[in-house]
């Protein structure tokens, strides 16, 4: 049976995407949960309506996530810690950290948007990407310096 896929289903397709799948499953899963319709030529029609709408709708997310990330770009943030032996922290600067700082300085990110892969735990001066989008990375400067 062939549908169209309103959702990305994995090993399958994007939205948008007519495949064909085996009846029970179009039947079973798909059809019932909505995340497909049959291919029929009015459904294609209205796929066609809704990809265009939600290919705009995401140019216009996209377009604010830049205008964001160029003033972030600009951004840099210091945290003073106290230090031992060898520059190592006690303690760490973390995503929450940034986010706080951020936020003191008008920004509203989350910290799971923040790609900090591990804490950072000695001084020094760090580039952290910022996921805004997924087109969209800007990289702000942290530095650690001591207390």
């Known amino acids: 049976m062939e549908v169209i896929l309103r959702q990305a289903v994995e090993n399958l397709g994007h939205p948008g995407d007519v495949v064909t799948v085996s009846n029970g499953f ?6 019932p949960r909505g995340i497909a319709f049959q291919a029929t030529e009015g459904n294609k029609k209205r796929i066609a309506q809704e990809k265009a709408r939600l290919e705009q ?7 604010s996530a830049q205008d964001i990330a160029k003033k972030l770009e600009e951004v ?3 945290f003073a810690a106290r230090v031992g ?3 190592k922290l006690f303690g760490s600067v ?7 700082q951020l936020a003191a300085q008008g ?3 989350e ?8 804490p950072i735990k000695s001084l020094g001066v760090y580039r952290v990407p ?3 989008h997924a087109d969209v990375k800007p990289e702000i400067k942290v530095w650690v310096i001591k207390q």
């Open 26 to 31: 179009a039947r079973n899963y798909l059809l």
């Open 57 to 63: 709708a995401e140019a216009q997310r996209r377009d």
């Open 76 to 78: 840099s943030i210091t």
């Open 85 to 87: 032996e060898e520059g």
């Open 94 to 100: 973390t995503t929450g950290d940034i986010a706080d």
């Open 107 to 109: 920004f509203t990110v």
């Open 111 to 118: 910290r799971r948007q923040i790609d900090l892969h591990e």
């Open 130 to 132: 910022i996921k805004l």
